[in-house]
Antibody, heavy 118, light 110 residues
Framework: EVQLVQSGAEVKKPGESLKISCKGS????????IGWVRQMPGKGLEWMGI????????RYSPSFQGQVTISADKSISTAYLQWSSLKASDTAMYYC???????????WGQGTLVTVSS | QTVVTQEPSLTVSPGGTVTLTCASS?????????PNWFQQKPGQAPRALIY???NKHSWTPARFSGSLLGGKAALTLSGVQPEDEAEYYC??????????FGTGTKVTVL
């Protein structure tokens, strides 16, 4: 069974750093892209970027370039999304999702809620 | 900035049919945009329904179908069930890193 399991909810202060994770299981982790999606409170979905764990090829949507870092450790089948200095506007639910051939986005993680507040 | 536009809301009766559309600010949507469709219910992660315009995942109910219609991607729900009440999002691929979600359509079953 394919599963993407994300790390738990986080509460942080502005200026702090954070790294959240997405662990894949039930499939060949290095053969599929993993994307990250933001959903701000009460708003729609936004595509942030994507990584191919097989060779760490990483691509960012223009709105998120320079704002976050996406990485992966294929030895433990885990992708990451990190911030070096959080802002209140980073408060959102973050999802990881698997993408296969023909740009098919199929499996999703359960989401990680990030709250940034002083 | 590329914008992908969907109907904000649609209402359908149980057993009825409704079509949602997904338009790109760059022009006509073609199969080369590999349209995906997702369903999201309150408090839940999105669930994938359709990929590459019209292909269903193994779990996608038969009443959901995808197509291209008048230069837009389209999702049709036939024989709507009460449990289909949800927000629906399309996702278009513009090459490289760029994928853009639609603005979302809230479907009410009434």
């Amino acid at each position: 069974e394919v599963q993407l399991v994300q790390s738990g909810a986080e509460v942080k202060k502005p200026g702090e750093s954070l790294k959240i994770s997405c662990k894949g299981s039930g499939y060949s982790f290095t053969s599929y892209w993993i994307g990250w999606v933001r959903q701000m409170p009460g708003k729609g979905l936004e595509w942030m970027g994507i990584i191919y764990p097989g060779d760490s090829d990483t691509r960012y949507s223009p709105s998120f370039q320079g704002q976050v870092t996406i990485s992966a450790d294929k030895s433990i089948s885990t992708a990451y999304l990190q911030w070096s200095s959080l802002k209140a506007s980073d408060t959102a639910m973050y999802y990881c999702a698997r993408q296969g051939k023909a740009v098919a986005v199929d499996y999703w993680g359960q989401g990680t809620l990030v709250t940034v507040s002083s | 900035q590329t914008v992908v536009t969907q109907e904000p809301s649609l209402t359908v009766s149980p057993g009825g049919t409704v079509t949602l559309t997904c338009a790109s600010s760059t022009g006509a949507v073609t199969s080369g945009y590999y349209p995906n469709w997702f369903q999201q219910k309150p408090g839940q992660a999105p669930r994938a329904l359709i990929y590459s315009t019209s292909n269903k995942h193994s779990w996608t109910p038969a009443r959901f179908s995808g197509s291209l219609l008048g230069g837009k991607a389209a999702l049709t729900l036939s024989g709507v069930q009460p449990e289909d009440e949800a927000e629906y999002y399309c996702l278009l691929y513009y090459g490289g890193a760029q994928r853009v979600f639609g603005t979302g359509t809230k479907v009410t079953v009434l």
